[in-house]
């Protein structure tokens, strides 16, 4: 079992910047690739983007392309979403995801593992 807690989710302001947090547990998460998704009131949910267990690779949705940036402390088994140039169409709540296949979870947006979510706020 993996367990993922979210945090750093917020109000901003568009233009703004914020950095989202994950904080794994369980058994071996180092192994597993981690991802964001995201889901705004009344819209599917959308994939964000992916990075490898090793950090060696990352994918991005063209939406958050060049303003987004994950990355990874495998020794504080955390996973990090800096968020700039913030717009309004950013609102939404904020998940961490982790599966053991990094290619599944942008080709499908499956994953074996969800947290709770934090709410991010982009005013305009």
């Known amino acids: 079992q993996v367990q993922l807690v979210e945090s750093g989710g917020g109000l901003v302001q568009a233009g703004g910047s914020l950095r989202l947090s994950c904080a794994a547990s369980g058994r071996t998460v180092s192994t597993y690739a981690m991802a964001w998704f995201r889901q705004a009131p009344g819209k599917e949910r959308e994939f964000v983007c992916a990075?490898?267990?090793?950090?060696?690779?990352?994918y991005y949705g063209d939406s958050v392309k060049g303003r987004f940036t994950i990355s990874r402390d495998n020794s504080k088994n955390t996973v990090y979403l800096q968020m700039n140039s913030l717009k309004p169409e950013d609102t939404a709540v904020y998940y961490c995801a982790a599966d053991l296949s990094y290619n599944r979870i942008y080709l499908t947006g499956n994953c074996d593992y969800w947290g709770q979510g934090t709410q991010v706020t982009v005013s305009s």
């Open positions: 990075i490898r267990w090793s950090g060696g690779s990352t």
